[in-house]
């Protein structure tokens, strides 16, 4: 059995892909510092799954501690999510972001190197192209100049992983998520966002509950097809099973190169207004919204070229946007957050 070192496991990517491992009959160790999460999500995952997985709560950028769980423990594998992951916070705590999203990460790879360990997997993002010239979005796209601290360390960190695999001999893939939404289909695992939402999906499902009175709509001046913006929702469940096909690819050592990357989205775009109407469809009523003017550091659309990850890593999504916005609302009346 494969021993797999999940760092953010009990986080909402984590969480979704730490049951899909065992599901797959890997052996699970999670690491997390409960930043971002809490310690109820791992009886959550046991309930689903029916095993406990293994938890160390350390905070990866304790390098003292990072050294010591790696000299007691040894894995064939780690997939990589715990950073931190708000944009807009990450522009007024620049240097926050950098010693936490990178420094564990170096921390993390150092180990890896010292105890000859392999199979590295890393949360990218889509926001590595900011807008692409052209739609959709496959991976000879340019990066582009990172719109914020965010996405810089998201692009520093595939530099950081590049280089090391090429000077130790490591394997890695970075999976460049479009945007997960949903929840798990038992209901015991999802998103939690802390405070007012940022994002799209959870403040959708507050104002449907009536913890927010409004959804405010950025935007409906773009040059999309109802003018405002689109983006490729993934169900998180789809998402988690891209990590366990990336992660079978470095263990097969089927991957071509030491460090590949690839994008991880439906491939089909949606525009705010489209969201907004599907949802309205699942809960039957309609949703409190308005137009407000643009957010700052939005761009108009993105939506993934799926060929690669179709193709290289044998997996395709199975999940429809109505079924990941239903999951998101069972979540939601269920936590009542
Ligand atoms: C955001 C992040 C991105 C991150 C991604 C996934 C920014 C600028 N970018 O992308 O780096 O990788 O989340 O977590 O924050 N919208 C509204 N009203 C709202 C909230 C959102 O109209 O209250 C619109 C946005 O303008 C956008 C779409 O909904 O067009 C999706 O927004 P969001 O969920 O925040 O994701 P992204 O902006 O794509």
Redesign the pocket.
């Known amino acids: 059995m494969k021993r797999i070192l999940v760092t953010g496991g009990l986080g909402f990517i984590g969480s979704h892909t730490v049951v899909e491992l065992q599901n797959e009959g890997f052996e699970v160790v999670i690491i997390d510092d409960l930043s971002n999460s809490t310690i109820g999500v791992l009886d959550k995952i046991t309930e689903i799954t029916g095993i406990q997985p293994a938890f160390h709560q350390i905070d990866l950028k304790n390098k003292k501690e990072v050294k010591k769980f790696f000299d007691t423990t040894t894995v064939d594998g780690i997939i990589h999510f715990a950073a931190f ?1 708000a ?2 916070e990450s522009m007024h705590k620049p240097l926050d972001y950098y010693e936490n999203n990178l420094g564990s990460l170096v921390y993390l790879l150092q180990q890896m190197r010292d105890h000859k360990l392999d199979n590295f997997i890393f949360s990218s ?3 590595v192209y900011g807008q692409a010239d052209e739609l959709p979005i496959t991976e000879k796209a340019p990066v582009k100049t990172a ?2 601290v ?2 810089n360390t998201k692009q520093i960190g595939e530099e950081i992983i590049k280089d090391t695999c090429k000077a130790y001999n490591l394997n890695s893939i970075a999976l460049r ?1 479009f ?2 939404i949903g929840a798990h289909p038992s209901v015991k695992i999802g998103e939690l966002p802390i405070g007012v ?5 959870p ?1 959708v499902t507050q104002t449907a509950a009536g913890i927010r009175k409004e ?5 409906d001046d773009y040059d999309t097809k109802d003018g ?4 490729d929702y993934i169900h998180v469940v789809d998402l988690a099973k891209a990590h366990i096909a990336a992660l079978q690819r470095l263990i097969k050592k089927n991957n071509t190169k030491s460090f590949e990357f690839f994008n991880v989205g439906t491939g089909k775009g949606s525009s ?1 207004l489209e ?1 907004i109407k599907a949802f309205e469809k699942i809960t039957g009523k309609p949703l409190n919204y308005k137009i407000v003017g ?2 700052e ?3 108009t659309a ?1 939506f993934a070229d799926t060929t690669n990850a179709n193709k290289e890593l044998n997996w395709k999504t199975e999940k429809s946007l109505e079924e990941a916005l239903e999951a998101a609302w069972k979540w939601q009346q269920q936590n009542e957050i």
């Not at 939402?197 to 999906?201: D, F, G, V």
């Not at 959804?215 to 935007?219: A, D, E, I, P, R």
């Not at 405002?228 to 983006?231: E, H, L, P, Y």
């Open positions: 992951k944009v807009g993002s889509c926001t719109e914020s965010y996405g998520y945007n997960p939402p940022q994002n799209l999906i403040y959804l405010s709509v950025f935007g405002t913006a689109v983006r705010v969201v643009r957010r550091g939005d761009i993105a």
